[in-house]
């Protein structure tokens, strides 16, 4: 009876071992086909969250503005100083001792009038013997050639008779020449503005006696940037205001236009000339000039769209792709609150014109206010801050 029993437990427990095996087998197989078939799909809840954060990450909001051409009058404001450049300075042409000197600094004078006199007595006395001397060297000619026309004397001796009395003249033409030179006159009509000798002085030949000047001649030179220089022509008119004589502004032209710019500081003269002369300009006054340039089209931007760095003057260009990059422009003259864009960005580009915290070429830009545009409009513009 033993036997059988023994025999049912080992042969129950042969038949139970593949009972438990099998389900546990074949969960573990399907497990391991789940996780072939789609090994991300436990991790995606994990990751979707940060790829989807950055695949919405905002554009980088700016403002833009649209390049375009302007027709723009410049007028700058540039000082200057008064010149009297019709100046002379009265020299003695002899030596002698002064006279006569009539005038003071400040006094008017007219034409031909006599500034200085000079001591002429030793000169007139030395005209009067040279006189005399031609005198007998004309009457010794005539007897020499009455003699001659009676065969009484040789041609010899009437060609040096002839010649002594030319010699005569001579030497009295150049002591008329040299006692005129002892009476100083105006060469035009003028204001003493020096004088350095009295009466009683003795000059030598060269002396500077006075300086007189042309009071109705008076001109002013002004350095303009060389933007300005070759857009001004002889003949412009300018106006001029003179700070000694209050805030009136007076007409000028333009003088002459001097032909080279300076290589350091980028300048060119231009002289101007009042005209007429106030009344009581005086040389070496203070003036303002404004010079006003004819209307020319200008590609200009705000001063806010450019930028700098150690590569030069920038601007950030927005391309077709909504993505801004960095474009070098060349510069020219500031107009006001904008700049005058000579080379680099071309009519109808549009360039950003804030925003630029954060902003790096190649960015992806949105669009705040896409009519932002230029504000100044064509007309006038006043640079005297330039």
């Known amino acids: 009876m033993l036997t059988p029993k ?10 139970s071992v593949p009972c438990k095996t099998l389900p546990f087998s074949l969960l573990l197989a399907t497990l ?13 809840p994990q990751q979707a969250p940060e790829t989807q954060a950055r695949s919405e990450r905002p554009a980088h909001p700016v403002e833009i503005e649209i390049v375009s051409r302007q027709a723009i009058s410049i007028s700058r404001t540039l000082t200057g100083t008064l010149e009297a450049p019709r100046t002379v300075h009265i020299h003695s042409e002899q030596t002698g001792r002064i006279v006569e000197l009539a005038y003071f600094e400040g006094d008017k004078v007219k034409k031909d009038a006599v500034l200085a006199s000079l001591d002429d007595a030793l000169l007139r006395a030395e005209l009067a013997k040279v006189v005399a001397s031609r005198k ?3 009457v010794d000619l005539k007897r020499l050639q009455r003699l001659a026309s ?8 009437l060609a040096k008779a002839s010649t002594a009395v030319e010699l005569a003249q001579a030497e009295e033409s150049l002591q008329r020449t040299l006692l005129s030179r002892t009476v100083i006159r105006a060469p035009f009509a003028a204001v003493i503005s020096e004088r350095l000798k009295e009466p009683g002085d003795v000059v030598a030949v060269n002396e ?6 042309d009071p109705d001649y008076m001109t002013a030179a002004v350095q303009v940037p060389e933007q300005l220089h070759s857009r001004v022509a002889d003949g412009d008119s300018v106006e001029v205001r003179i700070d000694s004589l209050g805030d009136r502004s007076f007409n000028a032209k333009i003088l002459r236009i001097h032909p080279k710019v300076d290589p350091q500081t980028r300048q060119g003269m231009i002289e101007i000339r009042l005209d007429p002369v106030p009344h009581n300009a005086r040389p070496g006054q203070l003036c303002r000039v404004t010079l006003h340039t004819a209307e020319t089209p200008r590609r200009l931007i705000s001063l806010n769209a450019l930028q700098f760095d150690g590569r030069g003057s920038f601007v950030y260009r927005l391309g077709d792709d909504s993505r801004a990059m960095r474009v070098g422009v060349t510069i020219g003259l500031q107009i006001g609150d904008t700049i005058e864009i000579i080379d680099g960005v071309d009519d ?13 070429s190649g960015k992806t ?4 206010d896409p009519a932002a545009q230029v504000s100044s409009g064509p007309g006038s513009v006043d640079l005297s801050r330039g």
């Open 6 to 15: 023994v025999s049912f437990q080992s042969a129950r427990q042969t038949e």
């Open 32 to 44: 391991l086909l789940l996780s072939a078939c789609n090994p991300a799909g436990q991790q995606a």
């Open 136 to 138: 007998q060297a004309e």
């Open 150 to 157: 009676s065969n009484l004397s040789s041609e010899d001796l």
């Open 208 to 213: 500077h006696i006075l300086t007189l000047f």
């Open 348 to 360: 109808g580009d549009k360039i950003v014109s804030k925003g630029f915290l954060g902003l790096k």
């Open 365 to 368: 830009v949105r669009i705040v």
